[in-house]
């Protein structure tokens, strides 16, 4: 059963960069498509990014283009979000998430998501 978890959060001064990464035990991500969400505190959860392992198609959210980018290892069991020039407004819990697929187009619906890890905390703050 495939398992995720997040590591990489932490507190980072507006502007600065973090690099997230969600590692996969139990299977390799190979047919899997790979997801960053995001809840903010009093928010509901949006998705951030998604890539495929497969075929590395990829779909940002517009408030993160050209500062986000998703990316996978060689090894097909880790993808990282690398985040640069962060907001305030970025300040929330990601969580990565997997589910099935060998490309995406946009984001799918966040209950098709059958794998989730605990989330990683990332605070934007001066």
């Known amino acids: 059963q495939l398992q995720l978890a997040e590591s990489g959060g932490g507190l980072v001064q507006p502007g600065g960069s973090l690099r997230l990464s969600c590692t996969a035990s139990?299977?390799?991500?190979?047919?899997?498509?790979v997801a960053w969400f995001r809840q903010a505190p009093g928010k509901e959860r949006e998705g951030v990014s998604i890539?495929?392992?497969?075929?590395?198609?990829?779909w940002y959210r517009d408030s993160v283009k050209g500062r986000f980018a998703i990316s996978r290892d060689n090894t097909e069991t880790t993808v990282y979000l690398q985040m640069n020039s962060l907001k305030p407004e970025d300040t929330a819990v990601y969580f990565c998430?997997?589910?099935?697929?060998?490309?995406?187009?946009?984001?799918?619906?966040?209950?098709?998501?059958?794998?989730w890890g605990q989330g990683t905390q990332v605070t934007v703050s001066s």
């Open positions: 890539i495929s392992v497969h075929d590395g198609s990829t």
């Open positions: 998430a997997a589910l099935r697929a060998l490309t995406i187009v946009g984001m799918p619906q966040e209950n098709q998501f059958r794998s």
């Open positions: 139990g299977s390799t991500l190979n047919y899997y498509a």
